[in-house]
């Protein structure tokens, strides 16, 4: 007796889809903390897609008014990139520089080493996201990451094409990037149930 053998193909492992704040979610946390530096903690990460790391060692010269930049050293193998400043973050920015006048970073640690200001770490973030979850009408559970998902979704759905967002968010790869097609609701992709058209005429 011939015994065939039937080789399948071998399934790769489906990845988690990203957590995605709605728009309606990132303006209430937006205006959930007191204080303007928590805000524009959070408005960086969500305006520029900025990991939090990255936020962290971001620094004063990094920041160009004058060409509404953003400038984001490479980092754990990652490239260079600019990033455009939204005019809401830079009158943000402005007011923050000129009232706080942080030393160095665009924003300082509350903890210091011998008197000399350091950068913000991100367990500061992790804070601020833990005390402004409570502020948000939603049952999310959110971390800073969820931001950079959520810039990166709302610019998908708001007609950004894949290789622009790719190079924004600096991925080395295409396909790290496709995944926020899926979680998007945009264009030819758009979802929809087929409820939304049964009892249509």
Known sequence: MDKKRIRLPQIKRQKDLPLV??????REL????????????????YGCGLRSYEL????????????????????????DRYLPLSPHLARGLKTYFRTENPVKYVFNSQVTKDGEAGPLTTR???WVIKECR?????????????????YATHLLEDGMNIMSLKELLGHAHIETTIVYLQVSNMGSSMKFSPLDTLFTP
């Open 21 to 26: 704040l709605n728009k309606k979610e990132v």
């Open 30 to 45: 937006l205006k959930a903390p007191k204080y303007l530096k928590h805000r524009l903690i959070l408005a960086m990460l």
């Open 56 to 79: 962290c060692n971001l620094l004063q010269a990094d920041i160009d008014f004058d060409r509404k930049t953003v400038f984001v050293k490479k980092q754990k193998g990652k490239v």
């Open 124 to 126: 500061g973030i992790q």
């Open 134 to 150: 409570s502020k948000v009408n939603t049952q999310k559970k959110f971390t800073a990451h969820t931001l950079r998902h959520s």
